[in-house]
């Protein structure tokens, strides 16, 4: 896997639209296209290659609690959420 590449994805935009509080990058979204792209730059290999692991991590979090949780309806319109 290359980091480098894969760091400008997740740099630009969290898949998950809202970044979580300990994301490395949450402090850089008010930068420019341009400026991301230097801070990027100025970034070394070992320290994108924590950014990115943490996103992996981050995701499979995510992504294991959006699909464990099922939300239902009850009576009285009371939401109700269950563990699969």
């Given at each position: 896997?290359?980091d480098?590449?894969?760091i400008?994805?997740?740099?630009?935009q969290?898949?998950?639209?809202?970044?979580?509080?300990?994301?490395?990058?949450?402090?850089?979204?008010?930068?420019?296209?341009r400026e991301?792209?230097?801070?990027?730059?100025?970034?070394?290999?070992?320290d994108?290659?924590?950014?990115?692991?943490?996103?992996?991590?981050?995701?499979k979090?995510?992504?294991?609690?959006?699909?464990?949780?099922?939300?239902?309806?009850g009576?009285?319109?009371?939401?109700?959420?269950?563990?699969?």
């Open positions: 896997m290359n480098s590449i894969n400008y994805g997740i740099a630009f969290c898949p998950y639209i809202e970044r979580c509080n300990n994301c490395s990058l949450k402090g850089q979204d008010h930068l420019s296209i991301k792209i230097a801070w990027i730059g100025g970034l070394e290999e070992k994108k290659c924590t950014i990115v692991q943490h996103h992996e991590i981050c995701s979090k995510r992504n294991y609690n959006l699909h464990t949780k099922v939300e239902v309806k009576h009285n319109d009371q939401d109700k959420k269950f563990n699969l």
